[in-house]
């Protein structure tokens, strides 16, 4: 309060500046620097509350001024103020007439909340949650409200607002989150998906998203290589995930074999059958219920022990829906299912599919990461054989929520199975070439911006970063596996090493442990995973899913797909589950 | 370079401090401060670059200790230092061991570029776009290439591919940018968005999304509020844009009509048909396509010359499909089009659709809007009455993409339509109400969080605010209207005042003024449009939409959404027109 400094040193040596403010409470610190950011030419100024506001106004003008004349391009870096937001609202932000200063200062004070929150969610001292129940929430919280009104709240609340949202959310980026495929929070694809709000645009057409258009036709066509269809040849989308991905895949295949549907509806068919397996995922059935075949001509194919397809009863289920008078169409081989992490034997099913003459779908938005490791690829064989592939980055290659291809070895059938040709969007006579508008192929209208982040990723990974993201997610499950394979309290799900990250046990409480296999086993087993999960989030210390399958009781489904992840969170979650379970 | 500062001024006076740390360059800046941020006691730290290192972390240490005793609760305010990205790499960032300073230095840079580009982005001075064709962008710009590779390049190159991103974008925010129905860029929506990406969630169940799916639930049902449905009931759904929305409202109604479709396929039911106007969005035409009624089954009504549904032959229309042995279900009436801004008689259709018991949906993607205005809500009377309704906030409500919401009349619909009842997702032994749980109504499995930037911004601009962007881009277009509905070289597509913000002209360069009306005039007519708007590209100083439509040759479709866009924009518009146009 008493310190009254003004320091100022700057001298331009070189053509090459960019400006620097930084603006704190009441004082100025400005900084001019080399744009190369190595020189290190700097101006400070420092301005206590107590001087007069004529006097500061004056000297902050002329640093101002001088770090103006300094300035040798138009970006400008940015002024960090105190600001008083309880009296701003979202009108005294741009376009605002003088708004340009509160709106970087609130989104600085927003971006302020968001490192925190990134820098907490790597920090294993934090809790992975805070739960609350829906009624709770719904309640209100001590200063979170989360209903709606009529007049606009300051800014002020705005940003407790964004920090409440925050704190009573759960951070999947956590390294002791496992509950979901898609967990981790990857800094480069952050930053990318904070790039493709701020453009806020639409893929629809290469008129509005011209680099974007781009990145995402030369990133699928390197996926299209890495499947290994000759020269990456083919066609493909970024779609709002596999769900939609994989109703594409069915899609172009109806379209391929009965195109006329597409005009005349499904009565122009035959009675049309789509195969998958009974441990795939429901998208193939949803799709089946959607697109008007009915999800009873959703054929489920048997698996084996370990939840790969059987391909003789593929062929046998193939047979007898053709004796019944059905039409066999399209069969989906999932490369990584949801529960198990089983890799269908694409070799076999393709085999079967080129004899009768089947589209070939390959659902791998969990296991397709796979491709990118030498080590671990094989598990996918047979993928180039494929008509279609479904692969989501958002999975295990770690790139935030969404982000899922669906891939098409046949160029061109995208556009003839959507194709709608709306003139307001789709003009032929624009100046450049309309090849690049990507809007007709699609079954969405405005498409949103899924490409960045994971161009971006790949750019700063590299090939290589994504194999050794894969190769470690698969040294820890691995490491989980043999770590309770054999441990008391644990059985395996199935026997064997999991293909893919996913480990599938069940904890047995020392009270169960004596007890004959029966009924009533069964049924207390079946609510220890659920006992188990609530303690957890009630907790806030880790997360992880379970399921029942089948005739199998509720048992735990860990997978890690997190590049946070390390040996003692793997640990940790052992050690948790038998902390809270010991006593069930 | 002379100088050496340490100035330090802390006195602790409150309990309630956090902790303010601005790094920059080689000098470090420290600031503790109320939380309140009223408080004004501050800290700053000085150290030239020739101190010794020792010192600098002496001095530092020093500092940093202080600034945590003064510290109240753990979070941090961020530290801005002058960083060489060019040794830094993706695998340095958290979660690397002594990632954690990387990682805010790299996003602290990202958000320079992106506050950056949000200035810019609201200044008149600046280009919409810098235009390159395909070809350019893809044999790489001075710099900036698109090509992946295996290894990885350095978080320096990394922000410069972020710059040049952008450089080579569209400001779809830009007040000339009126190239699409969705421009414009909220702050608030923006800041949401980060936020959003910062969680990286999903809305597929409660466990993983509670904010965000309570947040969801409470703005739907304050929507369908004010739709009109009594109490707010129903159901609805965010989903990814308004041609999926106006899919599921078709499904929703088939499953209403023929609930056996969802296990049997369309075999079950009569050979089905829809109705939609000839003006309406090509989305349900392609919904009819891919549902498997075939879009010959989508049967389009004729319009008045303003572009509105003929009630009259709707009902002719179902009368002749019923002789014709076919079963009318679902009609949409479209609440603002996409080209004329038309809105159908909503109340006549709702009688038709009463009579003959058909399914009502509104796609009010582009006119929903206007619900949130006491002035223009009435274009849509009548939209109480429908089954369901498309409403997208992200475009005439300013939302940043995607923001598109379907909603349903009736509760429970939307679940009985899609579920499939996913064992490993939807598990009915959780510890919450489990109804909170979405994911087995939607067609998605994953689902993107698109409701948080929209709730935060209703609550930062209120009802009140939405209701006064509504009003302004309406008087917008109105001011345009009158400003070229009787001036030389302007002919209006449809007579009147448009009822939405879509203005429809031609503009007639002198040489086809005195040009006698017939073919040769509208094929040199059809020329003009593309000229101008490639022109306009070219400069990259506004970009404004044509199409054809019908028999009328190519057009200006001129829409404002954008709040950001005054009377003078408008101006500049006109003038750019005539200014490239004149001498085609």
Redesign the interface.
Known sequence: ???V?F?F?G?CLVTNLSK?L?L????W?G?A?GCT??L???I?G?L??NNSLDEKSRMVGAFKESAKNQMCD?????M?A????SNL???D???AKN??EP??Q???E???????????T?DRSTKVLD?????Q??EGMEGFN????????S?E??LV??R???K???R??H?RFF??L?SG?D??G??G??????????MFT??????????EQ??LK?MREIIGWPNGDGDALFS?????SN?YSV?VARYKYFPE????????AP?LVLFTSEHS???I??A??????????VILLKTDERGRVIPADLEAKIIDAKQKGYVPLFVNATAGT??YGAFDPINDIADICEKYNLWLHVDGAWGGGLLMSRKHRHKLNGIERANSVTWNP?KMMGV???C?AILVREKGILQGC?S?C????F?P?????VT?DTGDKA??????VDI?KF???????????FEQHIDRCLELSEYLYNKIKNREGYEMVFEGQPQHTNVCFWYIPPSLRSMPHGDERREKLH?VA?KI??MM??CGTT?V?????GDKV?FF?MVVSN??VTKSDIDFLINEIERLGHDL
Chains 1, 2 share one sequence.
């Open positions: 309060m008493l310190c400094h320091c040193i001298i620097r930084v704190a409470g009441d004082a610190y900084v620097h950011r190595k290190g030419m700097k400070c420092f206590q509350k138009n970006s400008e870096r940015f960090r105190e600001t008083d937001f609202f979202a009108r932000l741009l376009p708004g340009e709106t970087i609130f989104l600085l927003v971006v302020e909340i968001l490192t925190n929150y990134v820098r907490k790597f739960f609350h129940h829906p009624h929430l719904l989360l209903e709606l009104s009529d007049q606009p709240e800014l609340q705005i607002d964004c409440d949202t925050l009573y959310g759960v999947t980026g390294p509950n979901q898609s929070l800094i480069i952050l930053a998906e904070w790039l493709t709000s701020t453009a806020n645009t639409n290469y008129e509005i998203a011209p680099v974007f258009v781009l990145m030369l990133t390197k709002p995930g596999g769900a939609i109703m899609m549907v597409k005009t005349k509806g499904m009565s122009a009675r995922h429901y998208s059935k949803k089946g219920a959607v697109l008007g075949f009915g999800k009873e001509n949801t529960v958002h935030p929520l969404q899922s959507n709608m709306a003139g307001y969007l003009q006579d624009k100046q450049y070439d690049y079954i969405q209208c405005g498409r949103h960045f161009w971006l990723m790949w750019k700063a990974k590299g090939t290589i970063g609510r659920p999960k609530a989030m009630e997360m899913g379970y399921q029942p399958q509720n489904r590049h946070a």
